[in-house]
């Protein structure tokens, strides 16, 4: 049984493997990108576009404040919690060319969340956008963060709009909660202050750690999944070879929606488009459809990523015609499933495959990914990217036939080698050297893998394994339904049963209707026994539907601790 499937029909162009060490470290792979790129437009939000020679000199202005006036070294941690601004790639860019690893920290976290972060990973610094400093505020003196940076939302736009846009969004929109930190400094003080100096490009190497991502991973509490330089180049340098047959010269403009604090738009839309010199435009607030629909129309741009409800909510907004997709030439989902009914409906909107990729934190993150030159393979997550091994294990770590389901393990250049400082949660998601994903998948006869379900979400019905994403894409291609997402509650006589969580797209939709559907389209086991209605269901600051949440919530209904 071969473990890479050399036998599969790779994309025209495409190389099963490719050289990974153009670069020694990601700092020298940024640095390149900078100054190859000087004059291009590399990065547009709320209307402020900035080149790559302007991050160039922010970001080396960033980087001499952390040295010369922080006192901070190389391996220092700084955790960055902002949306997508124009702020984040100056911060994140200056920080790794001071030498520092990254902790990327979702701005939603609750103080709870954040003190747990910031003390696992050893942070001494953050940067932070005002909107969230109320909670750092309440736990800051229980971590060693001595340096607080603040910035607003409209720092980085220019002239007049700069401080009207802070004015709205602290005074009239009222999203700026009080707060005292004495100690913080704002964001554009940071950068006149650097400005002052110099930074000194710090000494790093190809196995220091750049990132960490922190991650529920596939056991147990928030950890973070320490990436390398070496990772992160790697990675960079596949995903290339991937995209290169479709990339013809010309700067592409990537929409960036997911955000980049998020290991997916972090490495695709961030690092990957620094590495070609394209342009990312910036959505700071997704879920505002109008809003996001409204930037779309602006651009031609050529290059999308998302996540499946994201796609699924703008197929389903009013205004969606108003863009034009004319220009688009590759479209990704990943993040989640993307449902055979979502990529569709997106197919027929807007000309474009909705190209289903697949990765995690702790692979940096692609693994596999469709092809982009129309092959058709809805349902798959396609083929594992250049230098990239999968197999399909079982519980004994043993190979299983072609077909079979068992867990998805990886080993390849963009794999990272442990959680920070968490010998015993390494060794839990580890075969030898193959990485266990916690997904369970099948490989089928043509190298194209296929995954089931996460394996801690799988439902067991009286001795049956039913995976909740086959029952979702059930019902999703009913017509009146918006979004689903499917549990197992107990059960006495079949140890589980399945219930749905259906927001309608159509208020006539009932249960007897939506029952008859899958009767039509699962066999009885897998049919749902419960079926609730909801306004909209719990997701992730990504736009990825929380099973997790809708557990919890079961439990307390039913008097278990969750």
């Known amino acids: 049984m071969q473990t890479f499937p050399w036998h599969a029909k790779y994309p025209e162009g495409v190389r099963p493997e490719v050289p990974v060490q153009d670069f020694e470290t990601l700092v020298d792979l940024i640095d390149n990108g900078l100054k190859k790129y000087a004059d291009r437009p590399a990065f547009e939000n709320m209307g402020k576009v900035m080149t790559y020679a302007d991050i160039d000199k922010l970001s080396a ?142 000494d790093l190497t190809k196995e220091d750690f750049v990132f960490l991502q922190y991650t529920g991973g596939t056991t147990g509490v928030s950890k973070g999944a320490a990436l390398r330089h070496r990772n992160l180049v790697a990675h960079a340098a596949m995903i290339e070879e991937w995209f290169k047959p479709h990339l013809n010269g010309q700067q592409e403009q990537m929409i960036t929606a997911i955000p980049m604090y998020h290991i997916f738009a972090l490495s695709v839309n961030c690092l990957f488009m620094l590495n070609i010199g394209a342009k990312n435009i910036l959505v700071t607030n997704p879920r505002d459809l109008p809003g996001f629909i409204k930037e779309l129309s602006k651009h031609k741009f050529t290059l999308m990523t998302g996540v499946n409800t994201l796609f699924n909510a703008l197929i389903n907004h009013a205004d969606i ?40 934190s702790e692979t940096s993150p692609v693994l596999c990914c469709n092809p982009l030159d129309g092959t058709e393979r809805t349902g798959t997550i396609g083929l594992p990217v250049p230098n990239t091994e999968i197999k399909i294990m079982n519980e004994k770590g043993e190979e299983v036939p072609n077909g079979e389901p068992g867990e998805l393990c990886a080993r390849g250049p963009q794999v990272f080698t442990g959680y920070y400082e968490r010998p015993d949660e390494t060794a839990k998601c580890f075969f030898d050297d193959w990485f266990r994903t916690g997904d369970i998948a099948v490989m089928e006869d043509d190298g194209f893998f296929k995954i089931v379900d996460r394996k801690k979400d799988m439902i067991l019905v009286s001795g049956f394994n039913v995976y909740p994403n086959e029952v979702e894409d059930a019902i999703a291609t009913h017509p009146k339904v ?25 208020d006539s939709l009932t249960e007897e209707e939506l029952i008859a559907h899958c009767r039509e389209n699962m066999t009885g086991y897998k049919v749902p026994k419960h079926v609730e209605w909801k306004d909209e269901l719990p997701k992730s600051n990504v736009g990825k539907i929380l099973r997790r949440v809708l557990k919890e919530e079961e439990k307390a209904k039913s008097g278990v601790p969750a």
């Open 321 to 360: 015609g108003k863009v034009d997709f004319s220009s688009m030439k590759a479209c990704i989902g990943g993040g989640m499933a993307v449902q055979r009914a979502v990529a569709e409906k997106w197919k027929n909107l807007t000309g474009v495959a909705l190209v289903e990729g697949y990765g995690l």
């Open 482 to 506: 918006l979004e689903v997402a499917a549990i197992g509650v107990p059960n006495e006589k079949s140890t589980e049963v399945v219930k749905v969580f259906v927001v309608k797209k159509d």
């Open 61 to 202: 202005d960033f980087a001499s404040y952390l040295q010369n006036v922080a006192g901070l070294k190389k391996g220092d941690r700084i955790a960055i919690q902002m949306p997508n601004l124009l702020q984040f790639p100056i911060a994140m860019f200056g920080a790794l060319r001071a030498g520092m690893t990254v902790v990327n920290t979702n701005p939603l976290y609750t103080a709870r969340e954040m003190e747990h972060q910031f003390n696992d990973s050893g942070a001494t610094a953050i940067v932070v956008v005002s909107l969230y400093a109320a909670e750092l505020q309440k736990i800051v003196k229980n971590t060693k963060i001595k340096t607080i940076i603040v910035t607003d939302l409209g720092d980085m736009m220019s002239g007049i709009k700069r401080p009207i846009v802070n004015f709205v969004v602290k005074n009239v929109r009222k999203m700026v909660p009080a707060y005292s930190l004495p100690t913080a400094i704002k964001f554009n003080d940071v950068l006149k202050q650097g400005a002052k100096g110099s930074y000194k490009k710090a």
